[in-house]
């Protein structure tokens, strides 16, 4: 999941967001402290599905814990919003996926568990999240980035209707790739396109 935080204070958005989203697979909902170990478990140590992500894998459940103590502030302040993504009827976690304000846009971010790759959920579960930002009439524009040699990425937003940019160079420190800011592709999706 990307990890873009914004330097300035930008507008809250106008709505407060829905704790529970659904597709017709998944039910993506609100984290809780109590959500760290499956964190953890499902993606967070797991180097194949940090490679291309702007943090390193996790080496213990308590930096999971720190991780969602952030997506809580966030939330709480309205600077951004997660959702943990779970099959329906299921316990297991199968990723994660979130905004965070820019000024009139907001930035996507998601990671999935590499045992739900290739199965078409994140280009669902992106398609209700961009439709709730959509809703407000301050958003614009939803965002998002990815390494230019992540393909699966780039194709999941492409399914999810994003449109490719251009490439952003130097843009993003993905650590588990390189001690420098690698070239990222530029992704967007406009209100009413």
């Keep these: 999941m990307s990890a873009l935080v914004s330097l300035d204070r930008t507008p809250e958005l106008m709505r407060k967001p829905p704790e529970t989203l659904h597709t017709s697979r998944l039910l993506l909902r609100k984290p809780t402290r109590e959500d760290a170990p499956l964190v953890f478990r499902a993606y967070g140590q797991d180097p194949q599905v ?19 103590a952030r ?9 951004g919003f997660h959702w943990l993504l779970f099959r329906h009827g299921s316990r297991e976690l199968a990723g994660a996926i979130g905004l965070l ?9 998601y990671v ?5 790759w290739g199965e078409g959920l ?11 930002a959509f809703e407000d009439p301050s958003v614009f524009r939803v ?20 449109e490719r ?3 952003l160079r130097q843009w993003a420190l ?9 070239d990222c592709y530029s992704y967007s999706k406009i209100r009413g396109i």
């Design 50 to 68: 940090a490679h291309y992500v702007p943090w390193r894998p996790q080496t213990c459940v308590s930096e999971s814990e720190a991780v969602i």
């Design 71 to 79: 997506f809580l502030d966030l939330w709480r302040d309205g600077g």
């Design 101 to 109: 304000r820019e000024a009139h846009q907001l930035e996507l971010g």
């Design 112 to 116: 999935l568990a590499r045992s739900h």
């Design 122 to 132: 994140m280009p669902e579960a992106i398609m209700p999240v961009v439709e709730w």
């Design 143 to 162: 965002g998002a980035v990815c390494d230019v040699d992540n393909h699966q990425s780039a194709r999941v937003l492409e399914k999810a209707g994003f």
């Design 165 to 167: 940019e251009g490439v």
């Design 174 to 182: 993905h650590p588990n790739i390189s001690d420098v800011p690698r």
